[in-house]
């Protein structure tokens, strides 16, 4: 799932993501915008703190592209 669905199924835990991925809210939004891409640590955590929901291929489209 995108960022930015998993923000549209979970309103007002942005924050709480935030902190758990250990970044801010700002950021967050920006990566959910397509404006940012996440550092591998940072997409790591993101994975973790939405238990999967959120998952590598969402956050790293370069990844997809690579063979």
């Known amino acids: 799932m995108k960022l930015k ?3 549209k199924l979970k ?6 993501l935030a ?4 970044t801010e809210a ?14 591998l640590q940072l997409a790591r955590a993101i994975r973790d703190a939405t238990q ?7 956050l790293l489209p370069e990844l997809e592209a690579t063979p």
């Open 19 to 22: 902190r758990a991925a250990g």
């Open 5 to 7: 669905d998993y923000f």
């Open 52 to 58: 999967g929901q959120v998952s590598y291929d969402d």
């Open 26 to 39: 700002a950021y967050l939004s920006q990566i959910a915008g397509g404006h940012k891409i996440p550092s």
């Open 11 to 16: 309103p007002g835990n942005r924050l709480k």
